[in-house]
């Protein structure tokens, strides 16, 4: 099975709306990390945000939030008042408590900022 | 610099020829991964290095792949007898501990394109 699934390729968004960008994972560990990676077109990967198994409280950056939903196994990314700079690939990842010694990814979500 | 550091950035080698891809991480970070993405993919665990511990090797494709880590700080992927399917960007990233609840920092990549 898959550790992390992205199931919405592509997504478009009006300049300054909300967007959310979903993420699922698989895991039997009770400690794990969730992060969410924006990779624009230049290639660099940019850590977002983090959300902890642990955490009672959803993570937030400025406008980037995480509605991590422990029992449905999500989490998803909510970017506020979009930009044209948020147009990239966003990638999910995890981290297991167990081994821990990579991150798993998802196929990623190609978001479109549309001015 | 204060973030991970690869070279080459672009790198155009001959089918058959050895190549070596660089990482500097940053600095104090113990733990160090590889990753490789290819156009329009996810990312693909290589290999992790975790201070002083025995690198866990369990993503390497193949025998022609091989990765070192010295003085617990540059790492250096090492690809022999390159093949046209090794074309890829690879990725490098550190992070302050391997625990898992540490995000990851990532270099801005080496575009590898074996002709």
């Known amino acids: 099975a898959q550790k992390i699934t992205q199931t919405q390729p592509g997504m478009f968004v009006q300049e300054k709306e909300a967007v959310t960008l979903d993420c699922t994972y698989d895991?039997?560990?009770?400690?794990?990390?969730l992060f969410w990676y924006k990779q624009p077109s230049s290639g660099e990967m940019i850590f977002l945000i983090y959300q902890g198994s642990y955490d009672e409280q959803n993570a937030t950056e400025g406008r980037y939030s995480l509605n991590f939903q422990k029992a449905r196994k999500s989490a998803n990314l909510v970017i506020s008042a979009s930009q044209l700079g948020d147009s990239a690939m966003y990638f999910c990842a995890m981290r297991e408590g167990r081994t821990g010694n990579q991150f798993y990814f998802g196929t990623g979500t190609s978001l479109t900022v549309i001015p | 610099g204060a973030g991970v550091s690869q070279s080459p950035s672009n790198k155009v080698t001959e089918k058959g020829k050895d190549v070596e891809l660089r990482c500097d991480p940053i600095s104090g970070h113990t733990a160090l991964y590889w990753y490789r993405q290819s156009l329009g993919q996810g990312l693909e665990f290589l290999i992790y290095f975790q201070g002083n511990s025995a690198p866990d090797k369990s993503g390497l494709p193949s025998d022609r792949f091989s990765a070192e880590r010295t003085g617990g700080s540059v790492s250096t992927l090492t690809i022999q007898r390159t093949q046209q399917e090794d074309s890829a960007v690879y990725l490098c990233?550190?992070?302050?501990?391997?625990?898992?609840?540490?995000?990851?920092?990532f270099g801005q990549g080496t575009r590898l394109t074996v002709v």
């Open positions: 895991t039997s560990d009770q400690s794990y990390g």
């Open positions: 990233a550190s992070s302050w501990t391997g625990k898992w609840n540490t995000e990851a920092f």
